[in-house]
């Protein structure tokens, strides 16, 4: 299956076509208030960690040791994915931060994460179920023999 996931600031005006809008920052974005966003939900446990967050913004790590940090952030807290991946099994998804350039922010990785997660499970829904079992069942196995 194909899944519609879009990146967007949180400053651009939400339009029809957005789909569920979630905001996916740590931090409230400045100077808005929540009525004036339609939010469908604000979800911060798929976004960087607090600590890297903040290593990144003070340009003590570059971008590509931010990345590889927070796709291992992802990859420990699988479950982090799933409201998200729900949202996109139900259509568009637009993913909000209130980042300046959100190729050089977590949107792209977080999106990146998403379609992954998204295709593994797909594709555990088309394997076939465990093989059945042909092992005779307690009441037709054969009598004791002495």
């Known amino acids: 299956m194909r899944y519609d996931i879009v990146l967007k600031r949180i400053y651009r005006p939400a339009a029809p076509e957005d789909g569920a809008r979630v905001l996916v920052d740590r ?5 808005k208030r929540r009525e004036s966003l ?6 911060r446990d798929a976004s960087p960690s607090p600590g890297l967050r903040r290593q990144y913004h003070q340009q003590e790590i570059s971008f590509a040791v ?7 952030e992802l990859r420990d807290a699988p479950d982090c994915l799933f409201p998200l991946m729900r949202h996109a099994r139900q259509g568009r998804l637009t993913l909000l931060s209130a ?3 959100l190729d050089d922010s977590h949107l792209p990785l977080l999106r990146e994460a998403l379609l992954a997660a998204l295709q593994r499970e797909d594709a555990e829904d088309r394997e076939p179920t465990s093989p059945p079992c042909y092992a005779p069942l307690p009441s037709e196995s054969p009598p004791d023999e002495h």
């Open 99 to 101: 980042a300046r350039e």
């Open 66 to 72: 931010f990345a590889a940090r927070y796709r291992g």
């Open 38 to 43: 339609t939010l469908t939900d604000w979800y």
């Open 27 to 31: 931090l409230w974005p400045r100077g």
